[in-house]
Structures are given as structure tokens and as C-alpha cells.
């Protein structure tokens, strides 16, 4: 994994010197992540969609080298400081749209360097779907779990080298995201983890080959699951295994906890979606950012 470009002035990525239609595709990527909503979740519920102030941020889109890739990103501090502790905030499975966006503004708001790399870069732009089992037949099921785990470990040197203090990062993540929190949880280059209804079991596979459950024992940071009880896709006897697997592992995984929101179904935090629920939205933040500061990233 190699790092350059790697700016502290969050400038606009600049077209890479490649060409053809591959470029193409990933300059348009990088020209607007972080801008408007994924096409699939259109029309977006206006009324509950929280927009955060850039005011007395540095926020937009940069880029980092992983493997010879530029990884296009969004990433959000407050201007001028240093020593920042760091935010890695996993993407849903519609990619670094706004709402992944004023997710990191929210928490550069709070002091954090936070940054959401585009994940699926290399396999296409997920915000142009209209259909959502289309976008996981195209996208979604191609991008192996590795590549995942490369780029975050350059989101988090892009961090360092640009006033983020990696010893102290944090990685929250939703959805698709939730479940990439539970695996870096057990790579060891976080202190804590925010995993909001992520995917808790799973068939083995050549790209993911373990799933949340599967590393439960090892995990080298305590993660917080962000659960809702009436979530269809995650069933919350899954929740209990994960539970009985983490009580038999390390100091974090005992340390690790869940919250179940019984009037909560899947995605109760993407407030710009009818699946948003205010009060399991607002307590889950409250408990995110204290479960960051009693781990240490803060």
C-alpha cells in the first residue's frame, strides 16, 4: 500500500493521468462524492434529512494510493488543527453520498478528522443505481473483503498524514458498513468501533470469507452494535449468537454491548429515508460518540 496526494487542504481530486473509459467513470466518481443522494433512495425524505454546517471546516472530497488505485473519498475536520482523533465511517451500500457526507461533518463538528472512502471504486459507482438487487448483482457482492480492509488501512494513513492522530481512531459504519466495522474491530488498528445494523452472519465465500460472528472472539477493539428490533434482515436471534460468541473471546470482545431498539427496523439512522426513527437515531448518536470517548478516541 502506497499513500500520495495526500493533502491536508481537502482539495478537489484532480483527474488522474489514465485514460479510456475506466477514467472516465472514476473521475465522475471523484468529481461528485459526497454530492446529492444515491439515485436508488430517490426521492429522498426532505423533512427529516439532517444537513450539517461546513462552517469552520475543512470538508470535500480527497483522494489517496492504495495498490496503485486512487481511492477517491470524503473527509471532513475542523480547519486549522492538528492532533485530530480520527473517524472512519463506512458507506452504506449506496456508496459516499450526502448522507455519508454530513455524517463526517457531524462528527468533524465534534473535533474529529473524519473520512468515508468511496469502497466499491473499483467496481463501479453504486450512487447511479435505481435498482437496488441490481446494484448488489454489479457491485456489491464483487468487492472482496481484503480490498475493503487495504482501504481503510489508507484511509487511516491518509489520516495520519494529514492531522489526524491514528491513536486514536474510531470506525463507525451502517448498514453494509456495520458489518466491515466488526471485522476491522478485529485487525487491531482501531481502539473502538460503532457497528449500526450490520450484517452479523453469513455463508463463507472467496471475497468474505468471515463474517461478523466469525471474528466475534478476536476482536482487538470493543464495538458497539446499533441493532433494531424489528429489522427484518437481521433477525435478532443472529444478535444473540453474536452475543454467545463474544463472550467467549478477548478483553474487547467482552467489552463489546448491543442495544436493541424495539421500534426500530433496518436503517432507523439514514434520516433521509422512511425507514428513519428519530428517537432510536438520536439515542444511537448520543451512545456513539460516548462509546468513542470511553474507549479513548476522542
Not at 485487525?187 to 471475497?207: F, I, M, N, P
Not at 478477548?250 to 454491548?257: E, F, M, N, P, Y
Not at 442495544?259 to 436503517?267: K, R, T
Request: net charge positive; hydrophobic share 45%; charged share 20%.
Amino acid at each position: 500500500m502506497s499513500l500520495d496526494d495526500s493533502r491536508s487542504d481537502f482539495d478537489s481530486l484532480r483527474p488522474g493521468a489514465s485514460t479510456g473509459q475506466g477514467a472516465t467513470r472514476r473521475t465522475a466518481l471523484k468529481a461528485a462524492i459526497g454530492v446529492g443522494y444515491a439515485a436508488a433512495v430517490m426521492p429522498v425524505v426532505a423533512q427529516t434529512a439532517v444537513t450539517t454546517s461546513s462552517e469552520g471546516l475543512k470538508a470535500g472530497p480527497v483522494k489517496y494510493t492504495v495498490n496503485g488505485f486512487d481511492v477517491p473519498a470524503y473527509a471532513a475536520a475542523p480547519a486549522g488543527k492538528t492532533g485530530l482523533p480520527v473517524i472512519l465511517v463506512v458507506q452504506e451500500i449506496f456508496g459516499v453520498h450526502e448522507y455519508i457526507a454530513d455524517t463526517c461533518r457531524r462528527f468533524a463538528q465534534l473535533g474529529y478528522l473524519a473520512i468515508a472512502p468511496e469502497l466499491y471504486a473499483r467496481q463501479g459507482d453504486p450512487r447511479g443505481y435505481t435498482d437496488i438487487p441490481k446494484l448488489q448483482a454489479d457491485i456489491v457482492t464483487k468487492v472482496p473483503d481484503a480490498q475493503v480492509m487495504a482501504d481503510l488501512d489508507g484511509a487511516l494513513a491518509y489520516a495520519r498524514a494529514n492531522g489526524g492522530d491514528t491513536a486514536r481512531a474510531g470506525i463507525t459504519g451502517f448498514c453494509w458498513g456495520g458489518r466491515v466495522v466488526w471485522l476491522y474491530a478485529a485487525a487491531g488498528k482501531v481502539k473502538a468501533g460503532v457497528a449500526w445494523y450490520g450484517r452479523l452472519v453469513g455463508q463463507a465465500s472467496e471475497l468474505a470469507p468471515k463474517h461478523a460472528v466469525d471474528v466475534a472472539a478476536s476482536l482487538q477493539a470493543p464495538v458497539l452494535g446499533l441493532y433494531g428490533g424489528k429489522d427484518q434482515g437481521i433477525p435478532l436471534d443472529t444478535v444473540d449468537k453474536m452475543k454467545a460468541a463474544l463472550a467467549n473471546g478477548t478483553a474487547a470482545a467482552k467489552a463489546s454491548s448491543f442495544v436493541v431498539y424495539p421500534e426500530a427496523g433496518h436503517a432507523f439512522h439514514a434520516d433521509y429515508r422512511p425507514s428513519y426513527v428519530k428517537s432510536a437515531a438520536d439515542d444511537g448518536w448520543q451512545r456513539a460518540t460516548a462509546w468513542f470517548k470511553a474507549n479513548g478516541v476522542a
